[in-house]
C-alpha cells in the first residue's frame, strides 16, 4: 500500500509546511498530497484554502500577498502543534528541499478563472523545467482547470479529486483522460476500483486515518491511500510485512506488536 502524505504530515504536523514535509520524510515518506493556490506576485503556494484566516494570524485573500509575505506569516493557527514560526512556502520550496521524491499530488482548489489561467501557466512550467512529468500528478475537482493542463502539455499527468457519487467520477475522469482517480474514501467500491484499474486508473482515497478503513480499501484494491498520519501509517504496514516473513530456523525473535503503531485521531 502506497501512503501519501496528506497537506505534508497534517495530523502531526502544520498543515502544508516545510517542517511537516521534513517531518515526514525522515521517517521514510516519498508520497506526498499537497493544496497550491496562487499569491500575488503570480508563485504557486503551498496552502488549502483561498484565504490565510484559518491556518494563520492574519485574515484575506492568499492572492492579495506576494509569496514573500505569506513566507514571513506563522502557519501554526489551528493545526498541528510546532514549537518554532513558520511560514507559508511556495511549491518550489519544496521541490528544492528534496530531490528523491517519489511522487506528488499537486491539488489545485477552485478560483476564478483568471488565476487558475495563470496558475496553469506557472504549473506547466515548473513540470517541464524540472522534468517531473513521472513524479508529479496535477489533481483538481475544477474540470475546466484539468482540461486547461491537458491543453497545454498531454504529457502532464492529471486526476480528478471527486468527493461526490454523482457525475459519475470514473467516467468523469475518462473522458479528461486522467491517470488518477482520487476519492474521498467513502465512496469507494470494489467494483469502481477494478473498472478504473481496467482504465489504467491509479486509485487513490483520500483521507483515510483509520487502520480498520486502510485495510478495507486494501482488499478493494485501492493503490494509495492519503492520510493526515502518515509516519504511524507506514509503521504499521512496515511491521506488518515484517511479521509476515518467514524467520529463519534458528531465530526466535518475538512478532512486532503491529496494535502499538497504529495512528492516533480519526
Given at each position: 500500500m502506497i501512503v501519501y502524505g496528506h497537506r505534508g504530515a497534517k495530523g502531526e504536523a502544520p498543515e502544508n509546511t516545510l517542517p511537516g514535509f521534513i517531518h515526514a520524510y525522515r521517517h521514510g515518506i516519498r508520497h506526498f498530497e499537497l493544496d497550491l493556490v496562487l499569491s500575488k506576485d503570480g508563485i504557486p503556494v503551498m496552502v488549502h484554502d483561498l484565504t490565510v484566516t484559518r491556518t494563520t494570524s492574519h485574515t484575506g485573500d492568499v492572492g492579495a500577498f506576494t509569496a514573500a509575505e505569506l513566507a514571513d506569516m506563522d502557519a501554526r493557527r489551528n493545526t498541528s502543534s510546532w514549537p518554532r514560526k513558520i511560514g507559508i512556502p511556495t511549491l518550489e520550496d519544496l521541490l528544492d528541499q528534496f530531490d528523491d521524491l517519489e511522487h506528488l499530488q499537486l491539488e489545485v482548489k477552485k478560483d476564478t478563472r483568471q488565476r487558475l489561467n495563470i496558475l496553469c501557466n506557472r504549473l506547466t512550467e515548473i513540470i517541464q523545467r524540472r522534468n517531473l512529468y513521472k513524479t508529479a500528478t496535477i489533481t483538481s475537482s475544477d474540470t475546466w482547470f484539468l482540461k486547461e493542463i491537458r491543453r497545454r502539455n498531454k504529457h502532464i499527468q492529471i486526476g480528478l479529486v471527486a468527493e461526490r457519487k454523482f457525475p459519475r467520477p470514473l467516467n468523469v475522469a475518462t473522458r479528461l483522460g486522467c491517470s488518477y482517480l482520487?476519492?474521498?474514501?467513502?465512496?469507494?467500491?470494489?467494483?469502481?476500483?477494478?473498472?478504473?484499474?481496467?482504465?489504467?486508473?491509479?486509485?487513490?482515497?483520500?483521507?483515510?486515518?483509520?487502520?480498520?478503513?486502510?485495510?478495507?480499501?486494501?482488499?478493494?484494491?485501492?493503490?494509495?491511500?492519503?492520510?493526515?498520519?502518515?509516519?504511524?501509517?507506514?509503521?504499521?504496514?512496515?511491521?506488518?510485512?515484517?511479521?509476515?516473513?518467514?524467520?529463519?530456523?534458528?531465530?526466535?525473535?518475538?512478532?512486532?506488536?503491529?496494535?502499538?503503531?497504529?495512528?492516533?485521531?480519526?
Open positions: 482520487c476519492l474521498n474514501w467513502k465512496l469507494c467500491s470494489k467494483e469502481i476500483v477494478e473498472n478504473a484499474h481496467r482504465r489504467d486508473m491509479h486509485v487513490s482515497t483520500w483521507t483515510v486515518n483509520r487502520i480498520h478503513d486502510m485495510l478495507q480499501l486494501e482488499e478493494m484494491g485501492v493503490n494509495s491511500i492519503i492520510t493526515d498520519y502518515p509516519t504511524s501509517t507506514r509503521m504499521f504496514f512496515d511491521n506488518r510485512a515484517r511479521a509476515l516473513m518467514p524467520l529463519p530456523q534458528s531465530q526466535s525473535e518475538t512478532v512486532p506488536d503491529t496494535d502499538s503503531a497504529l495512528p492516533t485521531g480519526g
